[in-house]
């Protein structure tokens, strides 16, 4: 699996993950990516940073985990319900499928913190709060300042079950 960091021609910028870069091109040449936040498909890969994981038993989870939804309420309106289950019906079966296991695997190890994600985010980060795995929302600016103290956070496609 690869993740890119990708980003629309609206300027929205996502992460989202692949089997591997042959398959992130076939997709990029049918349009089927979709931005995560406006539903475009004019999508290009953003530059980014190389992740270097760690092997062996050291290797851990991720201490902060966010779900996408940019600016949008814990629970999205349901005209932004209908328009992310849209684009989920438009992915491939195994993309959904996978994403769908994501989320499950993030609902049953982190915790839920909703619209404090920011905030909650940089207690753990600071060592105010106990170090631990978080999900939520937070705005664009807000995660742009979490990037600038330099506190580590992903976004992940958050899919609606039953699609």
Known sequence: MILYRLRCANGHEFDSWFKDSKTYERQEKKSL????????DKVERALMAPRIGKKGKDATLPAVVEAPGTETPVAPSPEQQQQIAALARQMPKELREALLAVRAEVEKNCEHVGDKFAEEARKIHYGESDKRGIYGQTSEEEADALAEEGIEFGRLPWIPRGN
């Open 33 to 40: 990516i979709g931005c995560a936040v406006c539903g475009t």
